[in-house]
């Protein structure tokens, strides 16, 4: 009977095993994320996104979603907007990361080399899955995970495509390679180069004789997607580039206008910084060494994996990344897609060492002077506090919802508040039409105002500096009802015109005089602080 | 007459006669009397060793020996009487209709009664249908040999009347829900009627609402259709890794334990294409004596029939001419040949039809395979033409599409599959329980694979392809179109009638599979038009005046339809190409709206058409291609 049970047990948890593997990695990562916020870790950037996603979703307006970045890493957040997730603005963003890199996993586990012991899969799978590098993938509230995921299936779906005929790889690398752009635009890069480097590789592919045509249908779906998006610029903003144009994009390297510089210039400058650049891309992209061994023809693999490096190198070299840190998810993908095509009878000693130098290669990235997300993200992690701002930003955000007045704000300033708010339906943002016929007419009629004073550090950035303009101009006319932190909420003071602009002259002069009553605390809070509204924090270099 | 009826001492018992033939081998005496060479006789045996059968039958099929040379030998042989039926024709008053299909599959016909003796023609004169015939008629039998040429016209003279019923009416008498005969029901017209009116009413009462859900209502239709045939194509490409059958398992094939196998061709004024019909059926890798072809020809199509008979066939190949009726169809055709067939299956072939050799090898090993409740096998259709202009070009990445990618897709999902109009092969006995193709639907077999996935049977598809003649004129092409778009829009209104019947039987996936394939072949192509006007006057104009009916979400499907879904469209075609081994037709698929604007004409023809004549077959002229398909190159250049 014993003997029996044991049997059953033993059968259930054969049953069991894959359905663990995949809840378990979800059920850590997550507790690793909600233990970081708890640990006072945000990212206003990460933080903005699930704003706007919120707001488009409130509105049903997708098109609010994404124009200057990927709008892929908005829409995953779309079915979580069901909750408002105040006091967890990275949750969303934490659970789907955690989904995806439990998926991945999970699946790679499936697919280790059956020859290995349990316990060697275990711990080639478990270092992975633990590595620092995937650790920041999951709980970081970023895109990497979905970076992560995407590179994988365009790396898989390219071996498998070399290997034999089979356009069921093709459909798939065609896809991957296509949504990459619109999943990040870190993966816009490698999926470029790889769809250029399929011209020379392609004859080294089993459609030999139908190079051209294989490039064709490889890229299509880029190209429909490029030309859908281009479509869709030029109805709504009437310029079909305006997500390439636009100063803020990050289609064309959202750090190029960024104080920070490519991390590697900063080491022997531009010529010694970009040989640097190619060699630790070289370096990332070392485990697609396997995949040569793994693959046939080589030379095709080859090619791959220069594209890969070549991807790396000049996205670092033309803005698009700040910190090594945020490639970590190319060698992630790339290790996870050469230990699944490893060999029955490959060493797990090798695929051990190839994990250990992962967890080397992402503690050294994080080494390197870091941007500010990292920073805070280590800072958490390593002795965590949770910072007054986050509080204060809380504390506007209950006031603001209980105040039961409308507020007019500028999101991309306003969103460490608007994040922790639970209702978005009395806010007016700047998309709105009221909103931007005020900003066209300098005509306000707004309850309230949030505003946040200058140099505040947040990292966020105005989405549409001409508020800042108008609420300049009004001066003397508002006054602040509310202030706590870097915050202020203003409502309209009874002006001769009240709530209407000034005229062009005495804008000036109500913008100076506004500037001066919102930089004098009120004397009755200590708390109170200045809100200067001087540059709105647009010299602040963007946190990723 | 026959002296013999009148004459006992003529008389034997078959045991003795068969000891007498073992005596005389046939092969002997073909070979004595010069009707077959040393050569000929080997290579009968050897084919008789490797495929079984009978040697007569071998050497008919070969067209070595005419069946008037082997039937008065194969009597004299056995010592019984040979009679010519075309010059002593049976006695219409032993003919009994019911027992027509037993006629067919024994071989026999009652023939004479004499002296209370009942004298029955047969030209599978051996001691099984002995025995057979003795059992059922008693001892007081006797036989006598005919060929089996004789025999089939002789039931065809005998029976017409009912058979050609049968191949009309025999669907809509046992199960008229299931006919085409009445285009719609009148709950049917009812229910157009109340959705006519409410949206009258709506627009009088609500314009801008009732004109938002239109646009709405049409906006989640095409996205869902583009949403299905994304998920076929992923679907499908995961089927299609798996090899139905192998080429390992073709050749391990015992071939004397293939079944006899019916092959119905029908053909209407095409003698252009006999030759190469003839060619390409010879190239069939499958036991002669084991092929049962029927050419279907239409009684009154003289010229065809004359091409027929000049092509020098093989005995195997019988001509079934199809008395002149209403309607004209090919299904009606077909049902009326179905009657005559003798094989285990059956499929069809269009007369030009190239299939790839081992395709009725592959089928069978496909039945095999499959479960017991699997109807029919569909192997894949292309064309051999499809560098000839543009049309080709773009008709053949659509097929590469449909059959490759499509049809496994679905069957991968439980959807019901539509057949398509040839190269489907059938247990004969599943067919004529479901009382075969509907000769009212001008796309019975889009209606048939659907009859089937409704009585619980299953539809495949199989890793073989067969090559056909892709329209080459644009006229030519509509017509066509056409056709199949009234058919599905028939097929549609035909299993639409009890939709929540319809949904229990096929399921939920099967259900909305119908109606987003099926219900999107006509109602896509019909919609765009009026979609592409509306869009192209606001691009032009810059109007305002559509913009009530964009609230967001519907603005974003129509999006997503407008730009994925075309665009995605053209992508799956240009994959299509490239898995034939076409990529240079894969940029052709640039030009793929154009092609549909051609669709959306047919679409439109096909509603006026089904209103106005709905069981009219457009017929699609064949022979028109340039292009001379080299059979013997066959399944080598193309894949």
């Known amino acids: ?544 | 007459m026959a002296e013999f009826l009148e004459d006992d001492s003529s008389r034997l018992r078959l045991g003795e006669r068969s000891r007498a033939a073992l005596a005389a081998p046939l092969g002997r005496q073909l070979l004595e009397r010069g009707l077959l060479t040393e050569e000929q006789l080997e290579a009968a045996l050897a084919e008789q060793r490797s495929g079984g059968g009978r040697l007569g039958e071998i050497v008919l099929a070969h067209g070595w020996v005419r069946p008037l040379d082997l039937y008065p030998l194969l009597a004299e042989q056995l010592g019984l009487p040979f009679v010519n039926l075309l010059v002593e024709p049976p006695d219409p008053e032993l003919f009994d209709a019911t027992r027509r299909q037993e006629y067919v599959e024994w071989q026999y016909l009652p023939w004479r009664f004499r002296r209370g003796r009942l004298w029955l023609a047969t030209s599978d004169p051996c001691e099984e249908t002995f025995a057979r015939l003795t059992a059922d008629y008693g001892e007081g039998i006797e036989l006598v040999v005919t060929s089996r040429f004789d025999l089939l016209w002789s039931l065809d003279r005998l029976a017409r009347a009912p058979l050609l019923a049968d191949s009309i009416l025999a669907l809509w008498e046992r199960s008229p829900e299931s006919s085409a005969r009445a285009v719609v029901t009148r709950r049917q017209v009812a229910a157009l009627y109340a959705a006519v009116t409410l949206t009258l009413l709506g627009l009088a009462l609500w314009p801008r609402a009732t004109l938002v859900a239109l646009n709405g209502a049409a906006a989640v239709f095409l996205t869902a259709s583009f949403a299905l045939r994304w998920l076929m194509l992923w679907k499908g490409s995961a089927a299609r890794l798996q090899q139905k059958v192998t080429a390992e398992e073709v050749a391990a094939l015992d071939e004397c334990s293939l079944p006899v196998y019916t092959l119905l061709v029908p053909l209407y004024r095409e003698p252009r294409v006999v030759p190469a019909l003839a060619a390409a059926l010879r190239r069939l890798d499958y036991p002669r004596q084991k092929l049962d072809i029927k050419l279907i020809l239409e009684e009154d199509d003289e010229e065809t029939i004359a091409a027929a008979k000049a092509a020098g066939l093989e005995a195997n190949v019988e001509l079934i001419r199809v008395p002149a009726s209403l309607p004209r169809t090919k299904p009606k055709a077909c049902n009326y040949a179905l009657n005559f067939a003798r094989g285990e299956l059956v499929t069809i072939y269009d007369a030009e039809d190239l299939p790839e050799p081992d395709q009725l090898k592959k089928a069978v090993i496909a039945f095999r395979k499959a479960p017991a409740s699997t109807a029919c096998i569909q192997a894949r259709l292309n064309y051999f033409n499809f560098g000839e202009n543009w049309l080709t070009r773009l008709f053949t990445l659509e097929y590469s599409l449909w059959f490759d990618w499509y049809l496994p897709g679905l069957e991968a999902l439980g959807i019901p599959i539509p057949l398509g109009g040839t190269s489907n092969h059938f247990p004969t006995r599943l067919l004529r329980e479901v009382r075969a193709w509907d000769p009212f639907n001008v796309t019975e077999d889009a209606d048939l694979g659907v009859r089937f996935s409704q009585r619980g049977l299953r539809v495949g598809v199989l890793n073989s392809t067969t090559f056909e003649e892709a329209n080459t004129r644009v006229w030519n092409w509509i017509r066509q179109r056409s056709r199949w778009i009234k058919g599905y829009m028939q097929t549609y209104l035909v299993h639409m009638r009890h939709p929540i019947a319809f949904y229990r039987r096929i399921g939920p996936a099967g259900f909305w599979g119908f109606q987003f394939f099926i219900g999107g072949s006509f109602l896509s192509p019909l919609l765009v038009p009026i979609l592409a006007a509306i869009y192209a006057i606001w691009l032009i104009s810059g109007t305002h005046l559509f913009d009530p009916l964009f609230p967001p979400l519907v603005l974003y499907l129509s999006l997503v339809s407008l730009l994925l879904g075309n665009g995605y469209l053209m992508h799956f075609h240009m994959l299509a190409g490239l898995d034939r081994a076409r990529g240079s037709l894969a940029l052709w698929a640039l030009t793929l709206p154009a092609y549909y604007a051609l669709m959306s004409a047919a679409a439109w023809k096909a509603l006026f058409d089904l209103i106005r004549r709905p069981h009219h077959w457009e017929k699609t002229e064949h022979g028109l291609s340039s292009f001379q398909c080299d059979v013997a190159r066959l399944g080598k250049s193309l894949r």
């Not at chain 1, 590789?201 to 299509?220: C, D, H, I, K, N």
């Not at chain 1, 708010?421 to 309850?447: G, N, S, Y």
């Open chain 1, 1 to 544: 009977m014993w003997r029996d049970w044991g049997n059953r047990f033993a059968e259930l948890g054969r049953r069991a095993w894959p359905a663990l593997m995949l809840a378990a990695p979800v059920a850590f990562y997550v507790a690793a994320g909600l233990w970081l916020a708890m640990r006072g870790f945000t990212d206003p950037e990460a933080e903005y996104r699930w704003l706007r996603t919120r707001v488009a979703a409130a509105e049903w307006r997708l098109e609010y979603l994404g124009w200057l970045y990927p709008h892929g890493s908005y829409l995953v957040l779309l079915p979580f907007t069901v909750a408002s997730f105040a006091r967890w603005p990275l949750g969303p963003a934490t659970l789907v990361s955690a989904a995806i890199l439990a998926a991945v996993f999970a699946w790679l586990y499936r697919r280790l080399p059956e020859d290995w012991r349990r316990w060697e899969r275990l711990a080639v799978w478990g270092g992975l899955a633990l590595s620092p590098g995937s650790l920041w993938m999951a709980t970081s509230g970023g895109r990497d995970g979905l970076l992560f995921a995407v590179l994988v299936v365009v790396f898989l779906s390219a071996c498998k495509m070399f290997e034999a005929r089979n356009l069921r790889a093709v459909f798939a690398f065609s896809i991957a390679a296509a949504l990459s752009w619109f999943v990040d635009e870190r993966a816009l890069w490698v999926a470029g180069f790889l769809l250029i480097s399929l011209i020379a590789a392609a004859r080294w592919s089993p459609y030999r004789g139908e190079a051209w045509a294989l490039v064709g249908v490889a890229m299509m779906p880029t190209v429909i997607h490029l030309a859908a998006w281009a479509y869709l610029n030029w109805l709504y903003a009437g310029d079909p580039w305006y997500f390439f144009r636009h100063p803020l994009s990050a289609f064309r390297g959202a750090l190029a206008g960024s104080p920070l510089q490519s991390w590697a210039v900063q080491y022997g400058g531009p010529g010694a910084g970009n040989a640097l650049l190619v060699l630790v891309a070289l370096l990332l992209v070392a485990p697609a060494a396997l995949l040569i061994f793994r693959l046939r023809p080589r030379p095709a693999a080859l090619t791959l994996a220069l594209a890969a490096a070549t991807a790396a190198t000049a996205a670092n070299a033309t803005f698009f990344v700040s910190h090594p840190l945020e490639w970590i998810g190319l060698p992630a993908a790339l290790a996870v897609v050469a230990l699944s095509q490893a060999r029955p009878n490959a060493s797990p000693r090798a695929a051990g060492a190839l994990v250990m130098l992962g967890w080397a290669g992402a503690l050294a990235m994080m080494s390197f002077h870091p941007s500010p997300g990292p920073a805070r993200w280590q800072a958490a992690l390593r002795w965590g506090h949770r910072p007054a701002e986050l509080e204060v930003a809380a504390e506007v955000a209950r006031w603001l919802e209980s105040s039961g007045r409308p507020t007019w704000t500028d999101e991309g300033e306003s969103g460490p508040v608007l994040a922790r708010m639970r209702r978005l339906d009395r806010l007016v943002l700047t998309h709105e039409p009221e909103f931007q016929f005020a900003l066209l007419t300098r005509r306000l009629q707004a309850p309230q105002l949030l505003v946040r004073r200058a140099g505040a550090g947040s990292g966020a950035r105005a989405a549409d500096p001409r508020f800042e303009e108008l609420v300049h101009s009004l001066g003397d006319c508002l006054q602040v009802v509310f202030a706590r932190g870097e915050w202020a909420v203003l409502r309209p003071a009874g002006c001769p015109e009240s709530g209407s602009a000034l005229g062009q002259g005495e804008g000036d002069v109500g913008a100076a005089r506004g500037r001066a009553a919102f930089a004098a605390p009120r004397a009755d809070d200590d708390k109170l602080a200045a809100a200067h509204l001087v540059d709105g924090g647009r010299g602040v270099a963007r946190s990723r």
